[in-house]
């Protein structure tokens, strides 16, 4: 018999104190909780009082009849399992009573293992429907869970303040909240179903969505932010991801979409602003450098050393400032797609070589060797704009000096590495902190040390360089070892020979 059989509650019911009290020995062993009665009425009481799982029904009884007994047993309660116990003379009573809804009989005189096996079948009956009872409350309330997780989860979908739309593997739309809605300018009647297509007039951004419906971008990292407007003071950013089941397929694409409008403009507010500010800035400021200059020229050979270290200061701060200037500028011009509008084929190794030459005497001034290594005779040609080119390298090769110390090496590696040219500038200098590694492309960031506090800078060389080599399709990336030197590799694609 299994655990839970202990608890069952079985009721005996017969006014022979023999039979109760066998009974209940070889049940109690069994391991159910037992109550005695002696007749109808005292059994009726105990049940009302506390409901047995299983009676056990003597029929023939002084008083009240089993047979009343059974029929106020049922009108009470008429899941209760009830065993009629009765003499050989009333087998037929029996089976009426089994018409009635008793569950067995069992004829007396009985023997134990007759009891006990038909007390274990009703038990095995009672422990059965307990189990389906559960299993039923349990459905429900995972039913109900699910009802309110389901509306829950729309209720947010549809108050979210961005445009969230969902497909199916067809790339047909299945969900559109009206957010969505509201800022594509449909109204609520517009149907839901069609393929893509029929709601973003804008082909490769469809393209995107099918391929993320179909299952072509499981691992998101990949997938681009888009950028995209329905009309000229509309701008609106979408960003895709896959809706995965249980086993990572692919069920379709969830799209959010975000106004951009205000931002872009802000942005484009800001870089006028700063453009502005800077250009206003420059021609006073190398004004006074340019005085600066001349006035310390004159004063050599006169006055006294701490007037001539306090304008040397001065003038070196302006030149700082100057520098800043120029990077704000430069910049700007990236964002507003200026530097790179002129693309022409440019022989990168002979342009490597100018900017060389043009920054020997620097690394002279620092005893260290300077050196180009051009591994195929004639790398085909880079299709951008030299003076973007120029500034990606003149930056890097600037900031391998200015961060190596005297007597360095820096070194300029040209390859082909399949449709791309590889530019590799190393240095064995100071190197930079595992820490810093991925900020260092970030705007007016600065990894600063013991060895390089008192190197001026911007913190703009490595933003300007990675703008303009992405806005040429191409990658900047950094090698470093603290203490040993870096080695900053660029890869731009070559020019298609026409
Ligand atoms: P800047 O040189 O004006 O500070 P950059 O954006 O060019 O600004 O460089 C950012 C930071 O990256 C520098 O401050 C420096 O800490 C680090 N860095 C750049 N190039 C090198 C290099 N070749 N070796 C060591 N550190 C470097």
Redesign the pocket.
Known sequence: MSDSAETLHVLIVDDEQDIREGSERILTRMGFNISKATNGQEALDLFKNKRADIVLLDLKMPGMDGMEVLEKIRSIDDSTIVIVITGYATVETAIMAMKQGAYDFIPKPFEPDQLRMVVNRASEKVLLKMAAEKLDRERQRTLLDLGTEKSRIRTIIESLPNGVLVTNTLSQVVLMNPAFRQLMGFDNSHPMGENIQAYFPDEDLCKLIMEISQGRHIDFEDIPEYEFSISKNQQFMIKGRPVLGQKNECLGAVVTMVDITALKLFDQLKSEFVAKVSHELRSPLSTIHEQLAVVLSDMMEIAPETDKKILGRAKEKTHSLISLIGDLLDLSRIEEGVICKEPEPVQIDALLKSIIAFLRDKADAKQQSLTLEILDDHPPEVLADPLALESIFG??IT??I???PENGNIHVKVAVAGINIKIE?S?N????EDK?LDK??ERF????NDQ?RY?T?????????KELVQSLGGFVD?E?TFGK??T?TVLLPVALST
């Open positions: 930056n890097l900031n391998a200015n961060y190596t500038i240095d200098g100071f190197g930079i810093h260092i492309f960031y600065r990894a600063k390089t190197i800078g911007t913190g703009l060389g490595l933003p300007i360089v950094v470093s030197g870096s900053f």
